[in-house]
């Protein structure tokens, strides 16, 4: 497996536009998870998919930050509109399986808002 | 919901010197203990983790200890070496939960 696949790696956009990440999780895990990482939060949990329903989204932001899961093998958190405050490094992780709690990340989306 | 605090922030050690990286939780009902080791640039990778029903876990350099009593479990890395450098997380899971709550980080130098 290629494991947790994120794209774009590098996203750079201005305020106001509306950005959108995507996460493929490990072929048979059932949880995915998005988290956000500035090195004054640290990783901060946005939301947690567990057989593609959103079980826990208390951690988003507001309004302009939403994220979906059509189906097991795809993931979006898309920000609407966008602000310099939103820039981070993005995380989707992906657990379940043999492995269970075991979190695997992906590479990152590192997002920069001018 | 659970609370995980991590101590110290940096820490910077000798190479050949041990580190040991702490963590307190708050909830008496989580079960399950993983740490993190997150290279700069890089995603962050399981290296260890612990269960409630053990005390003690050892791979290699790198060991993990509970007190479930105190509720607070550490990691010790001996012989270190540069390639420990990293920032590394502990992570708390609720039990029955599949969340983890991570702490803050520690960032870990080890000068050669």
């Known amino acids: 497996d290629a494991g947790v696949i994120q794209s774009p790696r590098h996203e750079v956009t201005e305020m106001g536009q509306e950005v959108t990440l995507r996460c493929k999780p490990i072929?048979?895990?059932?949880?995915l998870f998005w988290y956000r990482q500035t090195m004054m939060r640290g990783l901060e949990l946005l939301i947690y998919f567990n057989n593609n329903v959103p079980i826990d989204d208390s951690g988003m932001p507001e309004d302009r930050f939403s994220a979906k899961m059509p189906n097991a093998s795809f993931s979006t958190l898309k920000i609407q509109p966008s602000e310099p405050r939103d820039s981070a490094v993005y995380f989707c992780?992906?657990?379940?399986?043999?492995?269970?709690?075991?979190?695997?990340f992906g590479s990152g989306t590192q997002l920069s808002v001018l | 919901g659970e609370n995980v605090e991590q101590h110290p922030s940096t820490l910077s050690v000798q190479e050949g010197d041990s580190a040991v990286i702490k963590c307190t939780y708050s909830d008496s009902a989580s079960n399950y203990f993983p740490w993190y080791k997150q290279e700069l640039g890089k995603r962050p990778q399981l290296i260890i983790d612990?269960?409630?029903?053990?005390g003690e876990k050892k791979d290699q350099r790198i060991a993990v200890t509970l007190n479930k009593t105190a509720k607070h479990f550490s990691l010790h890395i001996t012989e270190t070496q540069p390639e420990d450098s990293a920032v590394y997380f502990c992570a708390a899971n609720s039990g029955g939960s599949y969340i983890p709550t991570f702490g803050r980080g520690t960032s870990l130098i080890v000068h050669p």
């Open positions: 992780a992906s657990s379940g399986g043999a492995t269970n709690e075991k979190l695997f």
């Open positions: 612990i269960r409630s029903n053990v």
């Open positions: 072929s048979g895990h059932n949880s």
